[in-house]
């Protein structure tokens, strides 16, 4: 494969890397889930699984708090399959993000010789991520349309460089300075092996953020008692993990070991590295009492969650709504904790990822400094002053 007017190592020298890298690709091939999810997501019909849950019961909604405490059997449900379609329709979103940068990556480092199997990995990564899309899209669709005739958490398809977090601590100034971030980011990974190269490792922190959650959504169908009438959505979360499994592998074998057939950075290079795990420290500095996992700013979240509380299906006035979500928000509780706990989790998995070879890194980016000052204190202080805010508006 290697030009005989090449002299110089290639990626196709580092045997050890190149292997594992075909052994990643052919694998994938080999186990792609894309036709399942088609399938599931066209045989999703809410009304043959709107009794079950979708998720272990801990992923559901505001779990842990006084809304959920306090909810029927029936609302549980409900929160379990909102918690579904919220959390999905996140990663819908990071998705888009990831298949556009995928393709100014791989446009980048295919400048290098040998590359093209790095290449040929994205592209059929991208391919399943549209296949995970189209089954997250249409069941988040469905369902909302089925319990509100309306959209709460889904919305109308975007683009990549709309803020990556949907519910996230911004306004229309600091969004605009965003898609202004990304663009450039976009420009410069598509002419820049190493800042391409390196755009693996902020994808391989949002992965793993993904896996521990994802892999705990997984369980309801690994674990389901009859798989084949299992409720559709689980299905979905457990073909979406392993799919995602390879590209999170791909991910470190990119980021670390493909790191070695580049030259080293130029310090405008670094700069532009770790300026992109700031950026990603910051989208991942808040945790959500209303969803686990998933690092939402709670105050952007209230109004989706008031409208579920005023729904037909939870039957609360306005006042009543607003005083049991100023109980959910804005007082220490067990979901709280257990979601400061999945971002303490988090933060030491992106630690541990950086630690290990990862030279150019900053020391305040190694450190996770921006995400270690997110606390429980912080979050209900935050969550409270933005509750009065919005009680009064309300
Ligand atoms: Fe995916
Ligand atoms: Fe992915």
């Known amino acids: 494969m290697t030009s005989p007017f090449v002299t110089a190592p290639t990626l196709a020298d580092d045997k050890k890397t190149y292997g594992r890298l075909e052994l990643n690709l052919v694998r994938n091939r080999k186990q792609d889930h894309t036709a399942?999810?088609?399938?599931?997501?066209?045989?999703?019909?809410?009304?043959?699984?709107?009794?079950?849950?979708?998720?272990?019961?801990?992923?559901?909604?505001?779990?842990?708090?006084?809304?959920?405490?306090?909810?029927?059997?029936?609302?549980?449900?409900?929160?379990?399959?909102?918690?579904?379609?919220?959390?999905?329709?996140?990663?819908?979103?990071?998705?888009?993000?990831?298949?556009?940068?995928?393709?100014?990556?791989?446009?980048?480092?295919?400048?290098?010789?040998?590359?093209?199997?790095?290449?040929?990995?994205?592209?059929?990564?991208?391919?399943?991520?549209?296949?995970?899309?189209?089954?997250?899209?249409?069941?988040?669709?469905?369902?909302?349309?089925?319990?509100?005739?309306?959209?709460?958490?889904?919305?109308?398809?975007?683009?990549?460089?709309?803020?990556?977090?949907?519910?996230?601590?911004?306004?229309?100034?600091?969004?605009?300075?965003?898609?202004?971030?990304?663009?450039?980011?976009?420009?410069?990974?598509?002419?820049?092996?190493?800042?391409?190269?390196?755009?693996?490792?902020?994808?391989?922190?949002?992965?793993?953020?993904?896996?521990?959650?994802?892999?705990?959504?997984?369980?309801?169908y690994a674990r389901h008692p009859d798989q084949a009438n299992a409720p559709v959505p689980s299905a979905v979360s457990y073909y979406h993990f392993q799919d995602e499994s390879y590209h999170f592998n791909s991910s470190m074998l990119i980021s670390k070991d493909v790191l070695g057939s580049l030259a080293p950075p130029t310090p405008f290079e670094r700069m532009v590295a770790n300026l992109a795990l700031r950026g990603c420290q910051k989208d991942h500095f808040h945790f959500s009492a209303a969803i686990n996992g998933i690092f939402w700013y709670d105050p952007s979240v209230y109004a989706a969650v008031l409208e579920v509380l005023m729904s037909k299906h939870f039957g609360l006035d306005r006042r009543g709504a607003l005083e049991l979500m100023e109980r959910s928000f804005c007082h220490e509780t067990d979901g709280a904790v257990a979601s400061r706990d999945t971002h303490t989790t988090a933060r030491e998995s992106y630690k541990k990822y950086l630690d290990d070879g990862l030279g150019y890194v900053s020391r305040a980016n190694r450190e996770m400094a921006v995400m270690s000052k997110s606390t429980l204190e912080g979050h209900l202080a935050a969550n409270r002053a933005a509750m009065r805010s919005f009680a009064a508006a309300a």
């Open 36 to 220: 399942l999810l088609d399938q599931a997501a066209a045989s999703f019909d809410y009304a043959r699984c709107r009794d079950s849950y979708w998720n272990p019961e801990p992923f559901s909604l505001c779990y842990g708090t006084p809304i959920w405490d306090q909810a029927s059997p029936s609302q549980r449900v409900i929160l379990n399959q909102l918690y579904w379609v919220a959390y999905y329709s996140q990663i819908i979103s990071a998705e888009v993000a990831t298949i556009f940068f995928n393709q100014t990556s791989a446009a980048g480092l295919y400048a290098v010789e040998d590359f093209r199997i790095v290449c040929d990995t994205l592209d059929l990564e991208s391919m399943q991520e549209r296949a995970h899309i189209n089954a997250f899209k249409k069941i988040s669709d469905e369902t909302e349309h089925a319990l509100f005739g309306k959209r709460i958490f889904s919305y109308a398809m975007r683009g990549p460089y709309d803020e990556t977090m949907v519910h996230g601590d911004t306004d229309r100034l600091r969004a605009a300075w965003k898609q202004l971030q990304l663009r450039t980011f976009g420009m410069l990974s598509s002419g820049n092996a190493f800042i391409a190269c390196q755009y693996f490792t902020v994808r391989g922190l949002r992965t793993l953020n993904g896996k521990i959650v994802q892999h705990q959504l997984s369980h309801f």
